[in-house]
Every structure is written in C-alpha cells, then in structure tokens.
C-alpha cells in the first residue's frame, strides 16, 4: 500500500518567520558549505568564505521583510514549513529575479523544489514578466532542477581563486 504525501501549500513569509526559516536555510545549505569546502581546500574557503553564511542569514531576513522589492515564498506541508523561496518582480524591466532557496534535507526529492520553483515562475508570468534569473548554487541537484525548469545552466557563473 503506497502512502500518499500530504499537498504542499505556498503562501508567503512574514517577519515572525525568519528565525526558523534561518534554521531551515542552515540545514539545507550545509551539503552545500560542505561541498564548496571540499573542492577550495581550507585556506581559500576560510579566506574567502568565512562571513558568507552570516552574510546570507542577514540576506534572508532582509528579503522576508520585502527589503528592494523581494519577498519569500514558503512551502508548508500541513502547517510544517519545509521549503523557501525568495523572489523579486522587477515590472519596469520585464524580469523576475530569483533569490535564496532551500528545501530541508528531510524532505529532498519529493518534488517539494520543484512545486515552490513552479510557483514562483507562474507568479512571474501572471505579473507579465518575460524573462526569469537566478545565481544558482554549483551543485548537480541544484543544477538539475533549473534545467528541468528550463533554466539555461550552461551559461558561466563561475567565481575562482587560487593560494599564493
């Protein structure tokens, strides 16, 4: 007999809200830290990456209190928020940029990524906007997912660094 996933519902963050979803970007993040740890080394990862998380929890909460235009969709599983999405709708120029997101580690590959992604395109495209961006996370699974969103991830982003 095959269980059945409960609906995902999405609706916005509120201010109320950055605490745990800091908690939740830490968790899923980490994989991520892990991974950019393991390919810089120590040295250039503590040289260059030392105040980047704290740098993105202070992102986030700007971007939950609808700082420079954004906001933050949150995708619940019967009240329990288990994914985030930050996004901004630039009308004057066509664009819908999106921000920080994160699924908890818990709940990865059950589609929950790609509903909120979906979401967020579709309010893109309900506001007339033609054209979506991202600075995607430079991870496979990451990477996969704005493919299958149609996401051209063969476009550079790269940032490099090097030991004396």
């Known amino acids: 007999m095959s269980r059945t996933r409960p609906t995902l519902t999405v609706d916005r963050a509120t201010s109320e809200e950055i605490e745990a979803l800091e908690a939740l970007r830490r968790a899923a993040h980490e994989p ?3 991974l950019r740890r393991a390919r810089l080394g120590d040295a250039i990862y503590r040289a260059t990456q030392q105040g980047a998380d704290e740098g993105q929890a202070a ?4 971007q939950v209190r609808g700082e420079e235009g954004w906001e933050v969709l949150v995708g619940r599983l019967q009240g329990r928020s288990v994914a985030f999405l930050a996004l901004r709708l630039r009308a004057a120029e066509s664009v819908g940029e999106l921000g920080l997101f994160a699924v908890h580690p818990g709940e990865r590959g059950h589609g929950i990524g790609g509903a909120l992604l979906d979401s967020a395109l ?3 495209r309900l506001e007339g906007l033609t054209v979506a ?8 699974e990451t990477e996969a997912l704005y493919a299958q969103a149609g996401f051209d991830v063969s476009l550079p982003g790269a940032r490099v660094a090097r030991e004396r």
């Open 32 to 34: 991520l830290r892990a």
């Open 122 to 124: 579709t309010r893109m």
């Open 59 to 62: 992102r986030l909460a700007s």
């Open 133 to 140: 961006t991202v600075a995607a996370a430079e991870d496979p």
